[in-house]
């Protein structure tokens, strides 16, 4: 496979940061790091802050924490214009699924509506950050998440894919789109 997906924090309770003392947002932060690091044998550099509100403690606690990267939807919060820095934000344009909060379930986005998106924020930005979450990629029935892969799921996002490289744009981790020379 000659494409990457990069693990990220979402945080570990998935409460809003905004809600949360500097030291709360820290320890949360920390615990959602170690348990990647625990399954994954990596620490990610790049956070995703839960509902995408993040405020200057959330900065300073990743940056304290050898954080990188921050990324949310750009609906929230506009980015800063991008420069050459130790700590970047890049916002996420588009997403494969949506979450249906009443139902608590993540409902599949279309390949059309995802790939628009990516080339709307391509236009805007230079770069699209594609918001994926594992749980779409589960059966999901009768309310809840089973331990079985979403086959059709999974071949949607293949052919995202494919579709993304077939126009053209490379795919690269978050951590490498500032240093990416189109």
């Known amino acids: 496979i000659d494409y990457t997906l990069e693990p990220v924090n979402h945080s570990w309770i998935h409460r809003v940061m905004t809600t949360m003392k500097k030291d709360a947002q ?21 956070f995703i802050p ?27 919060v506009q980015p800063p214009p991008f420069k050459k820095s130790s700590f970047y934000e890049f916002p996420a344009a588009t997403q494969t699924s949506v979450l249906q909060r009443q139902e608590s379930f993540w409902q599949a986005q279309s390949i059309d509506k995802t790939f628009e998106g990516i080339q709307d924020s391509e236009f805007n930005y230079g770069y ?32 995202l894919i494919d579709r993304v490289k077939a126009e053209g744009y490379k795919i690269v981790p978050i951590g490498e789109i500032e240093s990416y020379d189109k």
């Open 26 to 46: 820290a320890d949360d932060i920390k615990k959602s790091n170690q348990k990647i690091y625990d399954v994954l044998g990596l620490r990610p550099v790049t």
């Open 50 to 76: 839960p509902e995408n509100l993040f405020n200057n403690d959330t900065i300073s606690v990743l940056k304290e924490n050898n954080f990188t990267h921050i990324s949310y939807h750009a609906a929230t």
């Open 128 to 159: 699209a950050v594609v918001m994926i979450h594992p749980h779409e990629f589960s059966t999901y029935a009768d309310g809840f998440y089973e331990n079985k892969v979403n086959q059709t799921q999974l071949q949607q996002l293949s052919l």
